[in-house]
Structure formats: structure tokens, C-alpha cells
């Protein structure tokens, strides 16, 4: 691909990997070239800055952050960069993500962090190819196609059941 830039994908815990599994399958299928790595807001708060503060430099054009809870790291990497942040708010608590929800979304001004689904790791991965695309054509084109392909496999869907509805 024409001078791609990376994605970091960075998780709070390494048990989000389950979850960040989604956006790292979407990167891989585009073609996408990412990092992955473990940084805690709270517990290496220093090293998520230098992350974020560097990132442009080392080569990466978005961050997604995945975090559970309190879910103040796409927050602490969007505060540190200019690069567009993509939070993933995980189900990790009693209150089934709605508080790494609220805590990825409620963002103050001049801090934006675009923020998916509860759990949305593939969509958090997509949007991030999608701004990497307004600048690659390559990756325009895979997602033309993806789209494409998903208008196709609703239609083949709605034949079947008009299938199944004639027996009814």
C-alpha cells in the first residue's frame, strides 16, 4: 500500500485482548499496519502520555484505546497527541460498560475522543481505515468493496426469507 500509516491499538489491561481481538482482525483483513501494546492511564499514566506524545512521529496515523471501568485512557492519549483517538469502551464491571462508556464519551472540549459500541472493537478498527483512507486510494477501494459485499449478502439474506415466507 501507498505509504500507509500505522495504527496503535492499545488496551488497558492485556485482558482486553479478547475484546481489541475485533479490531486487530479488521486491521489485518485491510491490510492495515498496527501495534498493539498494554498502557494503563492509571498505572503507567507517564508512559501513555510519552505513547501519545510520540505517536505521529513513530509512524501512526490513529489510536484506539480499549479500556474498561474508569476508561480514562483514550482520554489520556487524546490529551498527549493531536492524531485522532478511537475509544473502545469495555465491558469489564457491574454496570456492564455503561461507566467505560460514559467515561470514553464525556470527553471536554478540545479533547475529542471519537468513541464505538460498548465491546466495538471491529467498528473502532474500520473508522480508523476509514481516515486513513481520505488519503489512500487503495484502502478507499477495499472499503467501496467491503460495503459492496455487505449490500450484497442483505440481499441474498431478504431472498432467502421470501424463500422460507412462500412455505409459511
Known sequence: MNDIKKVAVIMGSDSDLPIVSGAIKELEKYGVPYEAHVC?????????????ANAQDNGFGVIIA????????AG????????????????????????A???TVQM???????????NGA?????????????NN????????QSKEDMIAGVIKKDKALQEKLKDI
Open 137 to 144: 486510494t487503495e484502502l478507499q477501494n477495499k472499503l467501496k
Open 76 to 99: 489520556v492519549l487524546a490529551g498527549n497527541t493531536t492524531l485522532p483517538v478511537i475509544g473502545i469502551p469495555v465491558k469489564a464491571s457491574e454496570l456492564d460498560g455503561m461507566d
Open 101 to 103: 462508556l460514559l467515561a
Open 108 to 118: 471536554p472540549q478540545g479533547v475529542p475522543v471519537a468513541t464505538v459500541a460498548i
Open 66 to 73: 480499549a479500556a474498561g471501568k474508569a476508561a480514562h485512557l
Open 40 to 52: 494503563s492511564a492509571h498505572r503507567t499514566p507517564k508512559i501513555a502520555a510519552e505513547f501519545a
Open 122 to 134: 471491529a467498528n473502532a478498527a474500520i473508522l480508523a481505515i476509514q481516515m486513513l483512507a481520505i
